[in-house]
């Protein structure tokens, strides 16, 4: 069984950081791309990063460019977001996401809360 | 990046009754291998998305025959063919053809 469990959010100061986990499981973590997808409480879906198979090439999107990087280890089978500058806007559910080989397949994660606040 | 509009947002449906939601971007979704990343998501209340369609009109596993996709280009329908209880949820749209992959807003449907 596939699973994607997401850890590492909570309450962060602005300006604060924070890093998130994927920890993969039930599939070859190390042959598929990965994601981060991020819902405002209330609000829509939004793609926030990807990061290809080995790490070699990131994409993120417009509104966390210079702040967020998307990270893996596969030899953990682990996805990371590090999170800096954080404000307001950021405070969200962040879910990891795979769509496996050609957008065949579809997993996520339950989500991880990041609410930014003083 | 592409925006994706949804139609209509809020859609109050009888059960047993059909079910339809457009979705529009705003350029071509064929990429240059010649498939169209169109996904269609469900998000019940509290969980997280799930996918019902990709590339345009494939159902993933374990999703009811009730539910279908269509279009090409730029323009693109989810129909229910009868909804059921289950189905009360938000449906976004999303595309996996340009990057950075943009969703719709979300159409929000209700049991009247």
């Known amino acids: 069984e596939v699973q994607l469990v997401e850890s590492g959010g909570g309450l962060v100061q602005p300006g604060g950081s924070l890093r998130l986990s994927c920890a993969a499981s039930?599939?070859?973590?190390?042959?598929?791309?990965m994601h981060w997808v991020r819902q405002a409480p209330g609000k829509g879906l939004v793609w926030v990063s990807r990061i290809n198979t080995d790490g070699s090439y990131t994409g993120n999107a417009d509104s966390v460019k210079g702040r967020f990087t998307i990270s893996r280890d596969n030899a953990k089978n682990t996805l990371y977001l590090q999170m800096n500058s954080l404000t307001a806007e950021d405070t969200a559910v962040y879910y990891c996401?795979?769509?496996?080989?050609?957008?065949?397949?579809?997993?996520w994660g339950q989500g991880t809360l990041v609410t930014v606040s003083s | 990046d592409v925006v994706m509009t949804q139609s209509p947002l809020s859609l109050p449906v009888t059960l047993g009754q059909p079910a339809s939601i457009s979705c529009r971007s705003s350029?071509?979704?064929?990429?240059?291998?010649?498939?169209?990343?169109l996904n269609w998501f469900q998000q019940r209340p509290g969980q997280s998305p799930r996918r019902l369609i990709y590339r345009v009109s494939n159902r993933d596993s374990g999703v009811p025959d009730r539910f279908s996709g269509s279009g090409s280009g730029t323009d693109f329908t989810l129909k229910i063919s009868r909804v059921e209880a289950d189905d009360v949820g938000i449906y976004y749209c999303?595309?996996?053809?340009?990057?950075?992959?943009?969703f719709g807003q979300g159409t929000k449907l209700e049991i009247k």
């Open positions: 999303m595309q996996g053809t340009h990057w950075s992959y943009t």
């Open positions: 350029q071509s979704l064929v990429f240059s291998d010649g498939n169209t990343y």
């Open positions: 996401a795979s769509f496996g080989v050609d957008w065949l397949q579809s997993w």
């Open positions: 039930g599939f070859t973590f190390r042959n598929y791309w």
